[in-house]
Nanobody, 119 residues
């Protein structure tokens, strides 16, 4: 099982960025895929999740209306489009799989990609 995140970088406040999570080696079409982030000295925050069954999505209140999660099953890739980025969005972003979005823990996760929002 392998999940590989990409697309992170250094951007200015107000900018947009799209992260990608390519998953391999697991029947991930049947699993929910989520994004979570970890900033230094802060608790892990679940950012967003997309279910396998009906494509329903969930967002943390801190990103609602600014972030959009989507999934391309043919490419086995999940995207996180982030807009109106703020300095507080700075963190390492990880993607992971779990059976249901409601589950707290991820079964598999990637190594993460750094997002830095700074002027």
């Amino acid at each position: 099982v392998q999940l590989v995140e990409s697309g992170g970088g250094l951007v200015q406040p107000g900018s947009s960025l799209t992260l990608s999570c390519e998953y391999k080696g697991v029947a991930s079409d049947y699993y929910a895929v989520g994004w979570f982030r970890q900033a230094p000295g802060k608790e892990r925050e679940d950012v967003s999740c997309i279910s396998a069954s009906d494509g329903s999505t969930k967002y943390a209140g801190s990103v609602e209306g600014r972030f959009t999660i989507s999934r391309d099953k043919d490419k086995k890739t999940v995207f996180l489009h982030m807009s109106s980025l703020k300095p507080e969005d700075t963190a390492v972003y990880y993607c992971g799989t779990k059976v249901w979005c409601a589950n707290k823990d991820y079964d598999y996760r990637g190594k993460g990609t750094q997002v830095t929002v700074s002027s």
